[in-house]
């Protein structure tokens, strides 16, 4: 079983595997391909952006590499290429640190100790950027598409805004989009971020988000696709830059 700390020191999987798995052979990267129109090239550009992996079954892995490009785990996760809605059954979710356990290939006694996903970004990409955070990957994937001027990261679940996780930050203009019912939740999280230089709350889901969507919790990530579908961009995030928290 995978034990989760705050303050535990990281280990680390030998970075070969993200060598070997690094492929954009996955299903929601064919979603991506056929059901928005995405280019090869921006496809390309998106795989080498955040090392992303794929499996022998189409499912994507997210590596999890810290702001010294270490690679903390990836979670395995298998999507519908028709819809890019992710399969939810009882092997749809995984991590290769633990597949790795189960193989004799890493010792039992490897304790996962996550980091935001992209983090690794953060060590490349200029400081004036524009930290965006998610709570899902796909969603980081997404606006790194639609937005590519903005630094995507995702903190790979909703508890998972936490200082400790997000100690990268240090300096940063953050902007956080939290899922719809996460709204509340996540502004009150933003008051315990003390290393950026700015955290932003962005309501945009709160101001555009029908009574429909919000009984499906829509997240940002659903928003995004509907940009891509029509090929141009909404303005209303740009407004969200300026705006206070």
Known sequence: MDRYNDYIEPMYVPFDYVVNSFSRENY?????????????????????????????????????????????????????????????????????HSKLIQTGRLTDDFVLSQCLFGEHLLHSDPIDNVAAIVESEKSALLGSLVYPQYTWLATGGKCNLTPHKTNALVNRTVVLFPDV???????????????????????LLQRVATSEEREKKIDIGDWLIDALKQKSAPTDMDNDKAKPP
């Open 28 to 96: 929601f990267f064919r979603f991506l391909r056929t059901g928005c129109h995405v280019s090869e090239s921006d496809l390309e550009r998106l795989q080498c952006r955040y090392l992303i992996g794929s499996t022998k079954d189409g499912s994507i892995i997210y590596w999890q590499l810290d702001f010294n490009g270490n690679a903390r785990s990836g979670k395995i996760m298998q999507y519908d290429a028709a819809t890019g809605h992710r399969v939810k059954d009882s092997h749809a979710v995984g991590w290769v």
């Open 181 to 203: 019912d996460a709204y509340d939740e996540w502004k009150e999280r933003a008051r315990r971020l003390f290393l950026p230089k700015r955290v932003i709350v962005s309501d």
